[in-house]
């Protein structure tokens, strides 16, 4: 269940390694703009010095929108999957069903 949010760990961990010889590159900007990347990625431009100020603003707004989403869409599976005393569901049925 945690493999495909571990991978999405590692290779923002893998990404650094990438983005520590262009870090003005528009991949590395655009990346480490996303919430998955950007808590591995801004530190490491902000240390090379290679960012500006709004950068991180807009990286840590997109992070708590991110954050409140997936709380929001894990109550709801949570309240529909787990909460139920009927058969398994699927995800599907999960994230149709109203908490």
């Not at 990347?37 to 708590?64: C, D, K, M, S």
């Not at 139920?84 to 109203?98: E, K, T, Y």
């Amino acid at each position: 269940m945690i493999a495909p949010f571990s991978m999405l760990l590692v290779g923002g961990c893998l990404l650094t390694v990438a983005a520590v010889g262009p870090p003005d590159a528009l991949w590395v900007r655009v990346l480490s703009l996303l919430p998955p990347f950007a808590p591995i990625l801004i530190p490491v431009r902000i240390a090379l010095g290679h960012r500006a100020v709004w950068e991180t603003a807009v990286a840590v707004v997109l992070l708590i929108l991110a954050v409140l989403v997936i709380v929001r869409l894990g109550a709801r599976v949570h309240a529909a999957g787990v909460m139920r005393s009927a058969p398994r569901i699927g995800w599907r049925a999960a994230l149709r069903a109203r908490p």
